[in-house]
């Protein structure tokens, strides 16, 4: 690749499950309100799988959108990267199922876990194998179906979940210094329990007992979680932008993981930007997790807010501890 061209994002896709769960649907579950539900996060509704959909279903689908943008067939793919936390099934991987609906061929194919950060994550894995020229084309997918792992009976975090999925191939840029310029990745596991979903696994296979206990379902410390976002929020886009000498003002668009407009709005705040450099459409699909970022990025780039040469950050946070941001210019 010549050297001047830098891994770009060519094409975006996302697929979001046609039946949508309104806060006044969940009035009807659990104790709560769309007043309550609105002011503390901002989400007014969010989509729900059918019976049939699993993760692997929205992914192909968004995958599909994101290939037909690039004007890339699926099999000049030479990986596939699905994150998630609600694959189909453990083994084998949900990027599997996926290659073989898009019809990829044998392309090389594998899951990510590293929550609502997985789809940067996976951004980052395919940015630095597209500049050592070591593959072409890479398709990055965040696809979840939340909605399986959320407790109806739990008000604190039901109302918060949605499904869906977006993608994006990343490819060589075709404009020199155009694409994906920095990324910062971090970790913490120390952090662990604030977010986590506890059975299931080797540590608590599943009995009775844990199905009972509800241990299936996603547990969160809704404050403790609330306040880390924030700070992780604001001090890795601090250091990826001082380390490129850029000024948060100057940046075109925020894309950050859609898990709180509150969230949004205080790290907004800290980093000196305004509202309208950051792009919100929490209240719409309520926190995707991996599938936020990419089905926030699609939206705003088929709706003509995101503008050639305009210099754009993603930032995600979620369980691990896992955290990430990206600069892009597009
Ligand atoms: N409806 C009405 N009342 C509620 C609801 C609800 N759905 N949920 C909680 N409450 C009540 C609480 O019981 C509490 O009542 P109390 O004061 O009588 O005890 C009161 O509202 C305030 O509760 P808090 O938890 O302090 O409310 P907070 O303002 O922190 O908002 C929220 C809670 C929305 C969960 C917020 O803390 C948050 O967004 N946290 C981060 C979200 C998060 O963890 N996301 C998961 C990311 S993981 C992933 O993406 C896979």
């Not at 940067?120 to 020229?133: D, H, K």
Request: hydrophobic share 45%.
């Amino acid at each position: 690749m010549d050297n001047t061209k830098i891994a770009a994002i060519l094409g975006t896709g996302h697929y979001v499950p046609k039946k949508r769960l309104t806060n006044a649907d969940l009035e009807k579950i659990v104790d709560t309100s769309d007043e309550w539900i609105v002011t503390r996060t901002g989400i007014k509704e969010r989509r729900i799988a059918a019976p049939e959909e699993a993760t692997s279903d929205l992914a192909a689908e968004a995958g599909r959108r994101a290939l037909e943008a690039a004007g890339i067939k699926a099999d000049e793919l030479s990986l596939i990267i699905v994150a998630t936390v609600t694959p189909d099934t453990s083994f084998p991987s949900t990027a599997c199922l996926v290659q073989k609906k898009l019809n990829a061929g044998q392309v090389p194919a594998f899951d990510l876990a590293a929550a609502c950060s997985g789809f940067l994550y996976g951004v980052e894995l395919a940015r630095q194998m597209i500049n050592t020229g070591s593959q072409k084309y890479i398709l990055v997918i965040g696809a979840e179906v939340l909605t399986r792992i959320t407790d109806y009976e739990d008000r604190g975090s039901c109302v918060l979940f949605g499904d869906g999925a977006g993608a994006a191939v990343i490819g060589p840029g075709k404009v020199s210094g155009h694409g994906i310029i920095d990324c910062i990745m971090g970790a913490d596991g120390n952090f662990s329990e604030p977010l986590a979903l506890p059975a299931g696994g080797s540590r608590l296979p599943a009995s009775h007992e844990t199905i009972d206990a509800h241990l299936h379902y996603m547990k969160i410390q809704g404050r403790a979680v609330y306040k880390l976002a924030v700070t992780h929020i604001v001090e890795v886009v601090r250091d990826l932008l001082a380390r490129n000498q850029i000024d948060p003002k100057a940046i075109g668009m925020y894309i950050p993981h859609q898990m709180n407009l509150r969230i949004m709005e205080a790290a907004a705040d800290r980093l000196g930007i305004t509202m309208e450099q950051v792009y919100v459409n929490i209240e719409k699909y309520g926190n995707t997790s991996a599938a936020s970022i990419p089905i926030a990025l699609d939206e705003a780039v088929r709706n003509g807010q995101v503008k050639n040469g305009m210099d754009m950050v993603l930032v995600a946070f979620g369980s691990g501890l896992t955290w990430v941001a990206s600069l892009l210019r597009w």
